[in-house]
C-alpha cells in the first residue's frame, strides 16, 4: 500500500530552531517504491517497461523502502562476476518513486529535492517532467520542483538510474545510496552551497572572516534585498553557542531570475582554533531580508585554521608541523555497502583514530558529506578527490566517458558544496591518470584553474602513480602540491629515482604520499590457507612496498609532507593479488614489461576463478577487526603512546618443533621475548627499524612475552598463550542502547572462548545471530575475504576466532530487544539493548 506524504509547516524540520525564515528541510529518506528492471540479481532479465515516470502509474506492487538504499548489497555473491567490483549484481536499472502532498498554501514559495548521491546516471522526475539528470554518481546536485508541482494534490517524485553503463575499478554500490531532502525556500533566498566562509588573517587577538554570499531571486520583478551576518561558537552536537560577532544590514539589488553575489568582513575576537586535538567550529548565520520581512535563514558551519605545505618542513597546521598519517579508504561499509550511514561511518573513523590515523583521502571520489562533518567535529584531515579518471578512461563507461561534458561541473558541485569544511587541506582532480605521462596536454593545469575558481584557500593536487616519471616531466608544476603514489625512492637522492626534492625549479614545491604501501595481508593468517595472504605483513604487490619502507624514506626525508596508506579498511572489490581482472595493471603506468607479466599471472589467475570478493590491502578488515599491521601503525603514528603487539598468535599444534617467526611491533626502541619464560633475547630497534624480529623461534606450546622498554625505562609488555579448545560465546557491543529512529546501529563483536576465558584465535564453528524485541540483525560479517555468504545472512562461520553482528532498532518502536549469537556444541551468549 502507497504512502501519500502530506507535507506542512509542523511536519517540516527547519535548518534553525527559531527559524523565523521561510527555509526549511525535510527528510525525504521515508517511504519510497523500488523496481529493478535490466539485468536481475541472478543474471536473468527483465525488460523495462516504459513511461514508468507517469504519475498515475500502478506502482502498488513495487517494494516499499527507505533510503539511503544500495541494492547491489543485497546480493547474492555470485562467483561468475569479477573480483573487481566485488561479485555483486550491482548492474541494472533501478526506478524509484515516492507519492506526495504540498499543501496550496505553499504555492509562492520554491522547492528543491536535494541528492547527496546516486548511483548512476540518474534522471529525475516530478509528475512525469523531467527535473534534472546527473550521470556521475558520487556527486551531490539539486533538481527543481516548483515548475511542475501540483499544489494540495497528490505529486509523483520518480527517479531513474543505470549501473548497467557505470564502469567501475572497484564496488561502487548501486541506488539512491546518500540522503535526500525536501528544500523549500523563499522566491528570494540564498542559493543552494551560497555562502562561503574564508579566514585570511588569523592571529591571537582576532580572525578576520570574510563572509561571501549568493542570493537568487525567483520574483518576476527585481528584489531589493538586504541581509545581516552573525557568527556564533559552535559546539560538537552543532548547537550554536557564544554570538562573537555580527554585522549592519547590508542592501543588494537582484534581478529578476538572477543571483546576486556579496561579501563582507567580521572580526572574531580570541579565535578558538580548529586543529586535530580541538577541533573548534564556528556558526555563520545569514538572514535574508525581501524588503523588509525575513525570508531566509541560511547556516553555515566553518573553523578557524591556517594550512601551509613547505618545501622544507612538511605540512603545517596552524603553523606547527604535523605530519600526515593517512589513510585512503572507498566508500563502502563493508557488510552495509554503499548505503551511508552515519554511525557506521563514525564507527570507521573512530577506528582510524585509534591507532593514529589523522587525515583521511576520498579515494577516488567525492565523499558522502557526512564523513566531511564527523572529519569536522572528530579532527582529520582531509584530501578531497574528485576522479578516478580524466578524459582517458580506464574501465568502459567511466569517469572517462563523462570527463569533457560534465567535469567543470562536477568540480563546481563538489568545491561549493565541501569547502567550508575545515578539515579539508587538499583538493584532488584526480588518481593516476594517463594524462600526467603527457604535461603538454594541461589537463592537470586546466583542472587546477577550474578549482581555483571556487576556492583559492586550499591546494590542488592529484595523485600521480609512476612518479619517477610523473614526479620530474613538468606535470607536477600543474598543481600546487604534487601528491606521488609509491614513491618511497623519489623524494631525494641520488637514487635510481629520481631527486624530487632537489630538482631544479622544485625549490618551492611541495609534495606527499599520496597512496603508500599497498601491503597486503588476511587477519590471523600466517601460513595462509588458498586464497589468503599471511599477516606476517611482508607481502606487496609488483607496485607496492611495505610499510617499514614508507616509514624509513618520510624519516630519511622530513619535508616530504606524510602519507596516505592504501588502505585504512579493507573494501569491497580489486581483492589483489586474487582479482581476475586487469586493474592490477593500473599501477605500472607505461612499463610494458611488467604489464605483460602481469597479464601471463591474471591468466593463471582466472583459470583458479578466485573466490574473493573483498580486498586485503586494509590495516583493519572489512568487518573492522583490526589485523597486525594495525599495531605496527599505531606504534609509528602514536609514538608516546605505550604499546606492544605480538604476532602470531600462538595456536599452531601441527607446528611443534617447527620454526616460527615472532614479530613485536612496539612504540618503545627496545624488547626481549619471552617463550615459557625462557628468554629468546632482547633487541633493539636499528636506526630506520620499525619492528623486532625473532625469525628463528622453534614452537612449543605455552606462552610468549614481551616486554619492551623506551630509554632504558620499563615501557609496555604483552603476551599470547596457547590456549584450550573453544568452549562458549562472548559478546562485546559497542554500545547498550539504540535510537529508535530506523538509522542508530550496534555493532557486536562475537569471539569465542575457551574454559579459562581465553579467546581463541582459531575457532570458526558457524555462528547463527537472533534478536527479540523491536529490531533486527541487519548484516553479519566475519572479515573472511573469500566468504560468498550474502551479509543479510545471520548465519556464517567465524573467521579466526571473531564474527559480527550489525543490529538495527526498528523505526518508532521502543522497548528491549535481546540479542543472542549461538554455535552448535557450544554454549550460547546473549545481551540486551534498550531501544528508546
Known sequence: MKKIITFCLSLFLAVAAHAQGVREETNFDHDWLFA???????????????????????????????????????????????GYTGKLPWRGIGWYRKHFVVPAKESDNRFYLDFDGAMANAEVFINGHKVGDRPYGYISFRVDLTPYLRWGEENVVAVRL??????????????????????????????????????????????????????????????????????????????????????????????????????????????????????????????????????????????????????????????????????????????????????????????????????????????????????????????????????????????????????????????CRDRNHPSIILWSTGNEVEEQYHPETGVARHLTEVVHRYDRTRPVSFGASYPSKSAVNGTELQVDVHGMNYAAGCYGGPHFYGE??????????????SESSSTMSSRGEYFPRRFHVSSYDLTQPGWGGLPDEEFAALDRYPAICGEFVWTGFDYLGEPTPFNSDNSVLLNYGQNASLKEEERRKLEQIEKDRPTSRSSYFGIVDLAGFPKDRYYLYKARWMPNTPMVHILPHWNFPD???????????????????????????????QPLEYRLRWDSVVYEPGELKAVTYRDGKLWAETSVKTTGEAVK????????????????????????????????????????????????????????????????????????????????????????????????????????????
Not at 565523499?367 to 567535529?377: F, I, N, S, V, Y
Not at 624530487?500 to 609534495?511: D, I, Q, R, V
Not at 518508532?812 to 540486551?832: N, P, T
Open 36 to 82: 529493478r528492471y535490466g539485468l536481475q540479481a541472478d543474471g536473468s532479465r527483465i525488460d523495462e517497461p516504459a513511461s514508468l515516470e507517469r504519475p498515475d502509474l500502478d506502482d502498488t506492487g513495487w517494494r516499499s523502502l527507505d533510503l539511503p538504499h544500495d541494492w547491489g548489497i543485497e546480493g547474492p555473491f555470485r562467483p561468475d562476476l569479477e
Open 500 to 513: 624530487f626534492l632537489n630538482k631544479e625549479g622544485h625549490e618551492h614545491l611541495s609534495g606527499y604520499s
Open 162 to 415: 543505470n549501473t548497467e553503463k557505470l564502469g567501475s575499478r572497484w564496488y561502487p554500490g548501486a541506488g539512491i545510496y546518500r540522503h535526500v531532502r525536501l528544500v523549500k525556500t523563499a522566491p528570494v533566498h540564498i542559493a543552494q552551497w551560497g555562502v562561503f566562509v574564508t579566514t585570511p588573517k588569523i592571529d591571537p587577538k582576532s580572525a578576520t572572516a570574510q563572509v561571501n554570499l549568493w542570493i537568487e531571486n525567483h520574483r518576476p520583478a527585481n528584489a531589493e534585498c538586504s541581509y545581516t551576518v552573525s557568527l556564533y561558537e559552535l559546539d560538537e552536537n552543532d548547537r550554536p553557542g557564544k554570538r562573537v560577532a555580527t554585522s549592519d544590514r547590508h542592501s543588494l539589488n537582484v534581478g529578476s531570475q538572477q543571483t546576486g553575489t556579496d561579501s563582507i568582513t567580521l572580526e572574531i575576537p580570541q579565535p578558538r582554533l580548529w586543529s586535530l586535538e580541538e577541533p573548534n567550529r564556528y556558526l555563520a548565520r545569514v538572514s535574508v531580508y525581501d524588503g523588509k520581512r525575513l525570508v531566509d535563514l541560511y547556516d553555515t558551519p566553518f573553523g578557524v585554521r591556517t594550512i601551509e605545505f613547505t618545501h622544507d618542513n612538511g605540512f603545517l597546521l596552524n603553523g606547527q608541523r604535523v605530519p600526515i598519517n593517512g589513510t585512503c579508504n572507498h566508500h563502502d561499509l563493508g557488510a552495509l555497502g554503499a548505503a551511508i550511514n552515519e554511525v557506521a561511518l563514525r564507527r570507521q573513523l573512530t577506528i582510524l583514530k585509534n591507532f593514529g590515523c589523522n587525515a583521511l583521502r576520498t579515494s577516488h571520489n567525492p565523499p558522502a558529506p557526512e564523513l566531511l562533518t564527523l572529519a569536522d567535529k572528530m579532527g582529520f584531515l582531509v584530501m578531497d578527490e574528485a576522479f578516478d579518471c580524466w578524459n582517458h578512461g580506464k574501465k568502459e563507461y567511466d569517469y572517462g566517458s563523462l570527463f569533457a561534458e560534465w567535469h567543470e561541473r562536477d568540480l563546481e558541485s563538489l568545491v
Open 655 to 685: 607446528r611443534v618443533g617447527q620454526t616460527t617467526p615472532v614479530f613485536v611491533y612496539t612504540s618503545g626502541d627496545e624488547a626481549e621475548l619471552f617463550l615459557n619464560g625462557k628468554s629468546l633475547g632482547r633487541k633493539t630497534k
Open 729 to 836: 560465546l562472548k559478546l562485546t557491543a559497542d554500545k547498550c542502547t539504540l535510537r529508535a529512529d530506523g538509522e542508530d546501529l550496534v555493532f557486536v563483536r562475537v569471539s569465542l572462548i575457551d574454559s579459562e576465558g581465553n579467546e581463541v584465535p582459531t575457532a570458526e564453528p558457524v555462528i547463527t545471530s537472533t534478536v527479540e524485541g523491536p529490531g533486527q540483525v541487519v548484516a553479519t560479517d566475519n572479515g573472511d575475504p573469500t566468504c560468498l555468504i550474502a551479509f543479510q545472512e545471520t548465519t556464517r562461520p567465524a573467521f579466526n576466532g571473531l564474527y559480527l553482528a550489525i543490529v538495527k532498532a526498528k523505526r518508532g518502536e521502543r522497548g528491549k530487544l535481546r540479542f543472542r549469537a549461538a554455535a552448535d556444541g557450544l554454549e550460547s551468549a546473549e545481551l540486551e539493548i534498550k531501544v528508546k
